[in-house]
């Protein structure tokens, strides 16, 4: 079992079984008690240094609820594009210390995408732990992604007599109800009767005692 609590003004603090990892996906940890740097500021990432303490960092969630097209930088390239997101940025620095000549942190514009091959960029990109960076190869994924975190919050406040969460406002499913029917200015108001005249004279004329699927001896079924 394992318990993240998220502490005041400082870092996450990690307790029982669970494997901490770096960006590349090497194991650093996989049990006891450890703190995670929290305000991006840490010398020893992931691990808390004690620098939000020396910098006065605050810790209460400030995130930017704007359109993320209005927020994001955009940096196209030969065969990728990548987004940049600033508002969301931990400053963990994988990014610029996996691939420097792409991601400059002293120099502008933040990204070079002309610097590494488009797969090279991808793989960083993927290893962002605050999902400020992307890259246009993974907005079909982001969108999908997205998809089915809703239809499963949907899902979830569909249930009888649940209580809506409040912080995910995803409409909720009616199972089983229709809408009611609005006739549209193309629809015919007389179709339901004269589909039933038709039926009425098609089938008039056919013996009642007879399977209409079997035929008649010494005729042939019609193709």
Not at 20 to 33: A, V
Not at 101 to 111: G, Q, T, Y
């Amino acid at each position: 079992m394992a318990i993240i609590h998220v502490t005041e003004d400082g870092p996450y603090r990690v307790e029982g079984e669970i494997s901490i990892r770096d960006c590349t996906g090497k194991e650093l940890r996989s049990e006891g008690i450890w703190h995670l740097c929290r305000c991006g500021g840490s010398r020893n990432k992931p691990f808390c240094d004690s620098t939000h303490g020396l910098k006065d960092w605050s810790g209460p969630e400030t995130a930017s609820h704007d359109q993320i097209a209005e927020r994001r930088d955009v940096y196209p390239g030969d065969g990728v594009t990548v987004y940049d997101d600033r508002t969301r940025c931990a400053h963990f620095g994988q990014c610029s210390d996996r691939l420097p000549r792409v991601f400059r942190s002293a120099e502008e514009p933040f990204v070079a995408v002309s610097e590494a091959p488009a797969k090279q960029i991808v793989e960083v990109t993927r290893g962002c732990p605050s999902g400020a960076l992307a890259t246009s190869e993974e907005e079909h994924e982001t969108f999908v992604a997205y998809l089915e975190w809703g239809s499963r919050i949907a899902v979830f406040n569909s249930k009888p007599g649940v209580e809506m969460i409040k912080h995910a406002p995803v409409p909720k499913w009616g199972w089983g109800n229709s809408s009611p029917y609005v006739p549209q200015p193309w629809d015919d108001p007389e179709a339901a009767t004269k589909g039933r005249e038709r039926y009425a004279r098609e089938h008039s004329a056919m013996p009642q005692d007879r399977d209409p699927h079997v035929q008649p001896e010494g005729q042939s079924p019609s193709r």
